[in-house]
């Protein structure tokens, strides 16, 4: 069945780096759109980066520019999210999604974890 | 790009009809016809709900609505049930090529 599972999330100090994974199966990774968003504990749904399905465009929200970077493995399914700088505030959980309808993610993730703390 | 506005929580009867409220700019919502909703259960994932501002995915009830006029997308659910109890979340495309979600609004089934 189509699914999206993360991993790579953890507990890590602030300034320290972290890469999020997402593996793909069920359908053509490599035809859709795929997003991070994250979610802080207690709070709102916040939109953090989409890669283009051939990995040709990628953008960010301002939050996270030149800290974060997505990128996607096609011939491994894989979508990735590299942090680096990290700070308190990016505390969340961080899911995936595929953008199967056009801006719509009709796929999610479970979710990962990542809790930034000294 | 500013969080699309929600009021914070509605509640509604079983069997009722309730509207959540999702108020952009006319640098999202406004300007396109690419507004989605997401139900959400606590500790789980989001779920689509609304894509295209009033489409529904395959397998979603059709007491949900969506709609839009200017700056304001809405949802309306009818018939209420107790399964309806989440968080809902509007979402829009940018003219920045960026999405934004709504701060989420949460349903009480009384």
């Known amino acids: 069945q189509v699914q999206l599972v993360e991993s790579g999330g953890g507990v890590v100090q602030p300034g320290r780096s972290l890469r999020l994974s997402c593996a793909a199966s069920g359908f053509t990774f490599s035809s859709y759109g795929m997003h991070w968003v994250r979610q802080a504990p207690g709070k709102g749904l916040e939109w953090v980066a989409v890669?283009?399905?051939?990995?040709?465009?990628?953008y960010y929200v301002e939050s996270v520019k030149g800290r974060f970077t997505i990128s996607r493995d096609n011939s491994k399914n894989t979508l990735f999210l590299q942090m680096n700088r990290l700070r308190a505030e990016d505390t969340a959980v961080y899911y995936c999604?595929?953008?199967?309808?056009?801006?719509?993610?009709?796929?999610w993730g479970q979710g990962t974890t990542v809790t930034v703390s000294s | 790009q500013s969080a699309l506005t929600q009021p914070a929580s509605v509640s509604g009867s079983p069997g009722q009809s309730i509207t959540i409220s999702c108020t952009g700019t006319?640098?999202?919502?406004?300007?396109?016809?690419?507004v989605s909703w997401y139900q959400q259960h606590p500790g789980k994932a989001p779920k689509l709900t609304i894509y295209d501002v009033r489409k529904r995915p395959s397998g979603v009830s059709n007491r949900f609505s969506g709609s839009k006029s200017g700056n304001t997308a809405s949802l309306t659910i009818s018939g209420l049930q107790a399964g309806d109890e989440a968080h809902y979340y509007c979402?829009?495309?940018?003219?920045?090529?960026?999405?934004?979600f709504g701060g989420g609004t949460k349903v009480t089934v009384l």
């Open positions: 890669i283009w399905y051939d990995g040709g465009n990628k």
């Open positions: 979402s829009s495309y940018t003219t920045n090529t960026t999405w934004v």
């Open positions: 006319s640098s999202d919502v406004g300007i396109y016809n690419y």
């Open positions: 999604g595929r953008e199967g309808l056009v801006t719509s993610l009709d796929v």
